[in-house]
């Protein structure tokens, strides 16, 4: 059954659960401990008003702009979010599809239910990175990150803000436990509490080393503080991806809108920006572009894309977002997204 | 039947929504998106607290004006709204005999479901002004701007911030879509999903050109920036009309009652400044004008009384207000105009 | 029937509602406009935070203070309110007796059901002022200014906030009309559609005249800046008293406890200075006190009192904010009024 | 019956407040007057947001202090509560067993329902302070002070912010009234209405004594300004106790949270420093030492724990914070409480 056009994103929200699992959807949906950051993520955004320019040649919107040298037609990103089968049978596969028809660059996740070279078969051409969970021995990372570049993802986005999984209660209360999906080593490191890869180990010195051994641009994919983002930059990294994991891990995190601004400060051009965290609007992504992000993730409105209607149900949620967001800068005066520029938020 | 007797326009709004099809209250009461910015400018005015001076006498308030060399009797304005047809069969001839008896300036919009004639005619002598959205071809605004300064109106107003319509999504869940009107052209291009008039090319050479060719002073409509202020005046406008289109074109876009002051600053009397959005009391006009703008304007409290009683609604919607700026000016300290300053307000 | 013994304010406000007629109840409670002023005047105390300082002989706390040289045990008055038969039919003398009972400065309105040389019998001895609504004749407010003095009133406190009645639209939807009591001459001007006194042509000259007149000390009411304080001083005033008329006057008047640090920092002591407007609690008079006020008033809850249990009523509410003041001073480590000083409140 | 194992320490306040009676779940539960500072200090530290840091090996977080020699597991401390056996009939014995299998340090209240000599024998070997209400008699004050430091309590926690009970309304209408306990002399002064010990003539000269007395270290708790925390280390104090009595004292008071830098910064290192008040989860507790609380202490839950399930419900309680304090550093990249710097919150 095809899902009824949805106008917002907001409308596919309702559409997804009841598609889902119950346990399956608040893993999706839940955050860590009382959800602060969630509403936070929301609330910093919206707190962010706008300030148009009038009277500017609008009849062409043109969202165009790249990463790391890929041609992308706007900045809209897919984040990464694990185990796609939970919303729908085709599982990454689908959402591939999907981001590919909505021309979105997306992120695969580590915790995928199916293998990357299957995924990048499935929407080939299309944009695409791989975001990595490394495994404990260097020498199974250093595989994913080969096999990655080989399908022809064209950047690794290394988490950085999961030593250990947040304290996510819905699970812990409705016993859910997500599978560690098909690349990671069956010997990996796991919370024994949840079942989740944890990476307490994990230094600046093993994100220098994956540097190194990939022969792809490097993304830091959870960073905060502005000091994080200089380190990444000094170790190697080709982009700071502004995240705090939708509110997953460290409950009362700082909203992504609050961190974005110094650390666009401190990076200074030198690397691409990435943020997430609560983007529910064209507007969200305007505001998140003009504090200085380069490009703009939205993570569980994919899955409320996919779990209400597979690959059609992505482009339609990406869709939405993306129509969202050339209103949103016609309306703005911004052409074009060097238009976009920080006097726009307030 | 008459409606009873009103104290507040709040009174007034639930008789309106009474007395008019569903959609049509919808298309008249929505903004855009998730209509952040209705509640933002709301918000904006009662964040802003009184100082009253006491002990001047106010025996006799006078709240008379002018606006372009024509005498007011106070600083009132209707704003333009669309299709009044929607709300009385008498539409914008009730409009204007209402605002004309409770002295109030009109500005009549293009998308008018009478003659702009026909209007004056209803209330001859009475200031009018006529709001443009300018038609795509230059002789057919050309000849607008001619009908307008032929037919009486004061000024024209140019709505600067629609080069699309905002999503509007009550009208996109209820499949209303408004009529465009009896002045725009057959070929007026208009946009494919909502049937709303566009002008998505409209630049700054387009607005001088139109100050050009205007025998009567034009005002830019929509500004919410200094900088679009100071440039408008540098094309030669001779009023500046901060909003937001009520809402309904960027959603999150700034309070009105926030960008406000930066324009007061930077037009530094050079031209005549009206302000709107969510002014639904005396005290928000008085808050405008201590401000600095020169009048304020109202739009959706006209159409409740439009709906709820004709000519004489709008008499009575416009005479609330007005008796309430009286008081809160005289209850200020405020005998005229000129007492209204800006630390009357913090 | 006596009514429980109630251990807060608020606990007298239900018993005083249930006590009286609806009209009448909503007079006193009500505010003009949508009470913004009403929910800001407690909004502002509450964001005010306390200081304790710790380890303080507080075994005795001594509230006393004193006003243009009269002693008083504590700094709590009576504000001046309105026919006070509404709540009680012994009115204001019953007022006049709980007040002196609970040691407080009563200040008698105007608008006062009894003759002030009766209220005066009625507590012989006890400290009260008068509030001066001056007839339009100055004959007629001079003698009303000598009845006062000559009944042992202490100080004039004229009300310079009611140039006219503020838009109190509970009495305005209800119908309910005060009676302007027994000191009024019969020609004193009344605005026609509320009957209420009206004061428009009240300004500077007539408060130096008044203060001519007066062998008492005069008290400007309802001053809320610090030009206006100033002013009142230079006018010859001997106090200032803070006050928005508990929010019945103009709408959206920025709170007391706003407005009092500035005028607290222009007066410089040379003046008493009162406050008053949503003081519920003993931590209110507290944080007033701390910002520089002398005196704190209460309106409202005298009122509840009087309703819920006339003299005895009276006595008790305040007898309630008397003991909450005590208490809060000793937990401050305030055994004087001399240590409750500007640090005390962030 | 085994209460049900929480996941948070919320889940433990409907179990407590069902095991026990109304009147004194109230009690426990309370504050003063409108409880405006139960309400301030939860919120104060929902303002703080957190700044993890990424990319630091945390496989091992060693929470391990100390306090005044003693090697502490980690930060949390039993806060001093009244009464232990309103929640359960083994009272602080119980409390005393948990504690010790927490790992967490207990300071035990004056007002106890077991004598401290058999509380310290329930948990041989395991950290505890003692809590005084100094009996009005310095004699009886000393050897209190004398059995605390003989039974192997390492500190004396000095209550310096109650000269008088606060206005605890649920008991004032409940009729509630604790037991003074089996440590204060029967003359002891309490507080008529109440019923409670009062300290009112108690000033820093006692304090100094006290600590002269003292063969063991003195905190003084209660302590929200930085003047008195300068004045209590002046006076001998090793510790300062950010406290405002858990909303139980001067309603309005500052929150802990807020007060805590500018004591801090006082302090200079001088002093131990704790801080109480609305710590309700780890994050709380994270947020409280980046401010530059050397230990945390928590009140309520500890009885929540002890009303539900005895000893092992006080050992899940504080498991419950301990491992979200664990986790919570983890996640914010602080192996140990080194890292735990002041820019982690903003």
Same mark, same amino acid.
């Given at each position: 059954m095809t899902p009824p056009k949805p106008i917002t994103l907001a409308d596919l929200e309702p559409l997804a659960r009841?598609?889902? &699992?119950?346990? =399956?959807?608040?893993?999706?949906?839940?955050? +860590?401990? #009382?959800?602060?950051?969630? @509403?936070?993520n929301r609330a910093a955004w919206d707190r962010l008003r706008l300030r148009?320019?009038?009277?500017?040649?609008?009849?062409?919107?043109?969202?165009?702009?790249s990463a790391f040298g890929v041609a992308l037609p706007?900045?809209?990103?897919?984040?990464?979010?694990?185990?796609?089968?939970?919303?729908?049978?085709?599982g990454e596969l689908a959402t591939a599809?999907?981001?590919?028809?909505?021309?979105?660059?997306m992120t695969l996740s580590t915790i995928s239910s199916r293998p990357m070279e299957e995924v990048a078969a499935a929407a080939p051409g299309s944009p695409?990175?791989?975001?990595?969970?490394?495994?404990? &021995?260097?020498? =199974?990372?250093?595989?994913?990150?080969?096999? +990655?570049? #080989?399908?022809?993802?064209? @950047?690794?986005?290394?988490t950085v803000d999961l030593p250990l999984p947040g304290n996510r209660e819905r699970d812990l209360r409705s016993g859910f436990a997500v599978r560690m999906g098909v690349h990671l080593p069956a010997d990996q490191a796991v919370d024994p509490r949840t079942g989740l890869v944890v990476l307490p180990t994990m230094t600046w010195d093993d994100l220098a080393w994956l540097r190194s051994v990939s022969p792809i641009p490097v993304v830091a994919k959870g960073i905060l503080r502005a000091d994080d983002a200089q380190r990444a930059i000094e170790t190697g990294c080709d982009g700071i991806w502004v995240s705090n994991h939708g509110g997953r891990q460290l409950d009362g995190s700082i909203a992504t809108a609050d961190a974005l601004p110094e650390i666009v400060e401190a990076v200074?051009?030198? @690397?691409?920006?990435?943020?997430?965290g609560g983007v529910r609007r064209g507007i969200d992504a305007l505001r998140a572009l003009s504090l200085g992000a380069n490009l703009v993730a939205v993570g569980r409105p994919v899955l409320w894309g996919l779990a209400s209607g597979g690959a059609d149900g992505v482009e339609r949620a990406l869709g939405v977002l993306r129509s969202e967001l050339e209103l949103a800068m016609?309306?703005?005066?911004c052409p074009t997204l060097t238009e976009v520029t920080r006097d726009l938020v307030v």
């Open positions: 009841a598609a889902m &699992e119950p346990a =399956a959807w608040d893993y999706y949906a839940g955050g +860590a401990g #009382d959800e602060l950051t969630i @509403a936070g148009p320019r009038v009277l500017v040649d609008v009849s062409s919107v043109d969202m165009a702009t706007h900045p809209l990103v897919v984040a990464p979010t694990a185990s796609h089968d939970l919303a729908h049978p085709d599809r999907g981001s590919a028809a909505a021309g979105a660059l695409r990175w791989f975001q990595l969970y490394p495994p404990s &021995e260097r020498d =199974a990372a250093a595989d994913l990150v080969r096999r +990655a570049a #080989d399908a022809g993802y064209g @950047a690794i986005a290394v200074d051009g030198r @690397a691409l920006i990435l943020v997430d016609a309306l703005a005066g």
